[in-house]
């Protein structure tokens, strides 16, 4: 697969022995823009960080981006700058990666975990309210899969409790929000075949506008979005995240977090100039006669530590790849709807498994396919996960849900807490779905699944 001027190009040269659920696409660009860095003055602190964060920014429609060593970091950073502390409670989702209710864990605050809807596995806004209680600081709702959770929902209810909103979309980068039907799912050159030209509410959304839809990480309906660059994402700076904001002092309480808490932005230094001068140049003040402009004295040396930060830096190489692979996102994504909806022909309507809904008001940027398996079969997932392995599919399952760990178990969770987000993990399996898939692989997916299903995998 070649990228030309953003449009993705596909063939059938991709050879892998066992494909994967999802993986990252580095090109020729790729490379160069990271050899780069390394031949240059700055692979760290360097002015590759700052580039990559305005046009994340740009790209997300935010005013702000903060870019951290992991979408853990991220989280992490996001956290700690709303305040969350020891005492406090934080609201979020089992179904997820550990890491969105661990960041909450480090700074002493208590996860309280609210059920999923059935269909889109998202928090479900109507269930969170009777979790609420005089310690809930914060929200942090998983826009799981890639498929946004009901924003505009979850944001009322944050206003009307006067607490603050996290969108963890390390899954969504590329997906949109709105309350109207969402557009077609294209696929040029790539699937199975005349059948996957077209989408379902293609008619209905031909004269929609772009402006219509919300970018995830806007933060129209939350105070912060967290987002993800391991390899299995959307892009992929090796291991990275970010932080998006329109909240200026939010902004530069993050830029602090992630370098031990230190600034040398004058206007937030605790040391005043007289002060400077006493004790750190050992100079009498009456040898100054423009007592004005004591600012003008703060060396450049001179920096602070304000609160204990982490190093949670970026480093300028990562930050070369992913601005170079930042142009490339929006084909990445039409990409992974193009072979969604080949999927959603291929399986919809079969008497085995459900396909993953897209609701009136999600774009999906289909981080994952995650298919879930019908009551009569889902006691069989063991076999039917280990019998697609064995076909050469790398399927996964996301998610065991959080407070199953053994950790979370120690902390007094128990199994029951959030049936639907129980149920939800014993029926998913996330089969393949990236940008670079074949459509070989993608037709090889499908058969795979069709031979199996029709002859004895769901029968045994």
């Known amino acids: 697969m070649v990228v030309n001027s953003g449009r993705i190009e596909r063939d059938d040269k991709e050879s892998v022995n066992i494909i994967p659920y999802s993986r990252q696409y580095i090109d020729e660009e790729d490379i160069n823009e990271v050899v780069k860095v390394l031949k240059s003055d700055f692979i760290t602190q360097g002015p590759k960080i700052p580039e990559f ?59 309280v975990f609210v059920d999923v809807e059935k269909n889109t596995g998202n928090i479900d806004p109507t269930k969170i309210e ?110 990275g995240g970010a932080v998006l904001t329109n909240n200026e002092e939010y902004y530069k309480k993050l830029l602090m977090f992630r370098s031990h808490g230190i600034t040398k932005d004058k206007a937030q230094f605790k040391v005043n100039a007289k002060d400077y001068i006493k004790e750190h140049l050992n100079l009498n003040l009456n040898n100054f006669n423009n007592l004005d402009n004591l600012n003008s004295y703060f060396d450049d040396w001179y920096y602070e530590m304000l609160f204990l930060g982490y190093n949670y830096r970026m480093t300028d190489i990562q930050a070369a790849l992913g601005l170079s692979q930042l142009k490339k996102l929006d084909s990445f994504v039409e990409r992974r709807r193009a072979i969604a909806d080949c999927y959603n022909k291929a399986f919809r309507d079969n008497p085995y498994f459900d396909i993953p809904d897209e609701e009136d008001y999600a774009y999906s940027s289909y981080h994952l396919y995650p298919i879930r398996l019908k009551d009569k079969y889902k006691d069989k997932k063991r076999d039917i996960f280990s019998k697609l392995r064995k076909k050469g599919l790398g399927v996964q399952v996301h998610y065991i849900p959080v407070y199953l760990q053994p950790y979370y178990k120690e902390l007094g969770y128990k199994k029951g807490l959030c049936p639907v987000a129980e149920d939800f993990y014993m029926r998913e399996i996330s089969i393949p779905i990236y940008p670079h898939m074949s459509k070989r692989n993608i037709k ?16 045994c």
């Not at 970091?73 to 969350?84: I, K, R």
């Not at 709105?178 to 699937?191: A, D, T």
């Open 444 to 459: 090889y997916v499908i058969t795979t699944l069709k031979n199996l299903y029709e002859c004895t995998l769901f029968c």
């Open 53 to 111: 964060e305005k046009k994340l920014a740009e790209y997300c429609g935010s005013k702000y981006a903060v870019v951290f060593n992991s979408g853990t970091s991220a989280l992490h950073g996001a956290y700690f700058t709303l305040g969350l502390k020891k005492g406090d409670e934080f609201i979020t989702t089992p179904n997820t990666f550990v890491a969105s209710a661990n960041a909450g864990l480090y700074l002493g605050a208590k996860p």
């Open 130 to 239: 009777k979790k609420l209680t005089k310690k809930t600081k914060l929200i942090v709702p998983v826009h799981y899969a890639g498929h946004p959770a009901d924003l505009e929902k979850i944001y009322k209810i944050a206003k009307k409790y006067n607490f603050f909103v996290v969108e963890d979309a390390c899954h969504a980068l590329g997906a949109k929000y709105r309350r109207l039907p969402h557009p077609p799912l294209p696929l040029e050159g790539g699937g199975q075949g005349k059948g996957c030209q077209k989408s379902r509410g293609s008619k209905q959304n031909k004269d929609k506008k772009s402006e219509d839809w919300t970018k995830i990480g806007s933060c129209k309906y939350s105070d912060m979005t967290v987002l993800s660059f391991h390899p299995v994402k959307h892009i992929t700076t090796g291991e």
